[in-house]
């Protein structure tokens, strides 16, 4: 366990580290002389339990800089010192009195007061699981996610460990606890190539419900309408996994088999009109127009005469994670900023909708094997005429597979609107035929044409 004394007086420093020598031995203490030293600190020499902050440092305010540690650290267990008219006039009444970990010490110093304060605020760092704990247990009840993936949050609903044998793991961030990108800097320069999750029921949950879709994908392949029941259902699990925990190597897999999957389906069907016919779009929702978009991505894919195993992979790929970090389905149903339907949206969905090509692009970057996913996915709300977003490309900005892509998700974003029904099929195809009669749209859009209205 560790604890930062800020401090601008170091024959303080030489008091309190005696102190802690003589009673609390396994405690490090280390001293920062001002806040920006302390907050680097933080970032480098962490994780902190303890917070003690000299309410005499002239160059910082005591409450401000207590706030900012929990703002970029989370809370942790603080204790102000001073004299009793310094923790009057210098600590923050209102913070203090709204959080129970932070604890008031008055000086002059007394062994006895002081080593009760600090054996309070220990126990409460422990309770609050700050100090790291080493657990042992079956390896088969982690899951190991590599290290880059931390990049991703600030935050996490379980507990992440340390593997330090094969049967021992240390708690290194706690669930619900905000970390920081240092702290995740810190392992990679220890060399930790892996983090672990501890698999929580909702864990085991979604790790159950792979193993589940996986078979049925395997097991049915004389049963077309249900293949696309299981995919419809990876891709559901596929998202609740990326959102809270991103892609782990089991989830990259599960995807690769769900993209395998439609080629071989969609040769049941034997043709676009039959996946319409028989596609279950009950809900309209996120996971449904994802697997639409991939049957449809399939379908342009023969037209064109692509026979790469790659383009097929990115197109797939693209289709399951592109809108992966919407809140709600009817978000994905926006095409243009300046229409009526994202007025509606308040500002930070409207936010979200505007960065969400982005950080589904960044995500692809994770996903081994996949190649230029993520261009793909930054451009699938662009538009030919360069109303789309977030950049406003137009028709002769945009590659072949962007292209596919786009088309597939703005004709399943119709049919999401206006139903799947024989009427709205057709009245999308003949909207699209002269608005993407541009560029690189022009050949999938008479594709598209041709495999509906024959």
């Known amino acids: 366990m560790k604890a930062l004394f800020i401090c601008d007086n170091k024959e303080e420093w030489g008091l309190l ?14 001293c920062a002389i001002k806040a920006s030293d302390a907050l680097n600190y933080l970032s ?13 440092i002239k160059r910082d305010d005591p409450s401000e800089l207590a706030k900012e540690i929990f703002e970029n650290t989370g809370e942790r267990a603080t204790i102000f010192i001073g004299t009793e ?19 008031l010490y008055k000086k002059p110093f007394d062994p006895a007061t002081f080593k ?31 290290l880059k993936n931390f990049y991703l949050f600030d935050i996490l609903p379980y507990d992440v460990y340390i593997e ?39 864990l085991k949950f979604l790790e159950n419900s792979i193993e589940k879709i996986t078979q049925t994908l395997k097991q049915k392949a004389n049963k077309p309408k249900m293949i696309l029941q299981a995919q419809i259902a990876g891709v559901l699990v ?49 996971a449904e127009q994802a697997v639409l978009k991939a049957y449809i991505c399939e379908a342009l894919s023969i037209g064109l005469d ?41 500002k930070d969905e409207q ?29 699938h709300q662009e538009l030919p005429d360069g109303s789309g977003y977030p950049r406003g490309l137009i028709a002769s900005k945009i590659t072949s597979i962007s292209a596919v892509f786009i088309i597939a998700n703005n004709f399943v974003t119709q049919i999401a609107i206006n139903g799947l029904s024989k009427v709205s099929i057709h009245n999308t195809v003949s909207g699209f035929i002269s608005y993407y009669n541009l560029g690189n749209f022009k050949e999938p859009s008479q594709i598209l044409k041709r495999m509906i209205k024959g």
């Open 238 to 286: 596929i998202h609740q996994y990326l959102r809270d925990i991103g892609p782990a190597e089991s989830i990259i897999r599960f995807s690769e088999i769900i993209i395998d999957s439609v080629p071989r389906n969609f040769k049941n069907f034997g043709e676009l009109k039959s996946v319409l016919g028989h596609f279950p779009f009950e809900n309209a929702d996120l």
């Open 44 to 56: 480098f020499e962490g994780p902190f339990s303890i917070i003690i902050i000299d309410c005499s």
């Open 17 to 30: 580290r005696n102190l802690f020598h003589a009673h609390f031995s396994k405690v490090e203490l280390i």
């Open 85 to 103: 008219a310094m923790l009057n006039d210098r600590v923050d009444q209102d913070f203090y009195m709204n959080h129970e970990m932070v604890f």
């Open 306 to 346: 692509w026979r790469s195993d790659l383009s097929r992979k990115k197109l797939g790929l693209s289709s399951i994670i592109h809108d992966c970090y919407l809140d709600n389905d009817e978000m994905a149903k926006v095409t243009h900023v300046d229409s009526p339907e994202f007025e509606m949206l308040n």
């Open 351 to 379: 936010e979200l909708l505007l960065e969400h090509p982005f950080k589904a692009a960044e995500l692809a970057r994770h996903f081994n094997g996949f190649t230029d996913v993520e261009f793909i996915i930054q451009e």
């Open 164 to 202: 330090l044998t094969k049967t021992k793991f240390v708690k290194v961030i706690s669930a619900n606890k905000k970390y920081t990108q240092s702290t995740i800097q810190d392992f990679q320069r220890r060399n930790v190539k892996f983090l672990y999750l501890h698999k929580n029921e909702h």
């Open 116 to 146: 009760s304060t600090v054996q309070e605020s220990i126990d409460w760092a422990k309770r609050e699981d700050f100090e790291n704990s080493i657990v042992e247990i079956n390896k088969e009840e982690y899951l190991p996610l590599k």
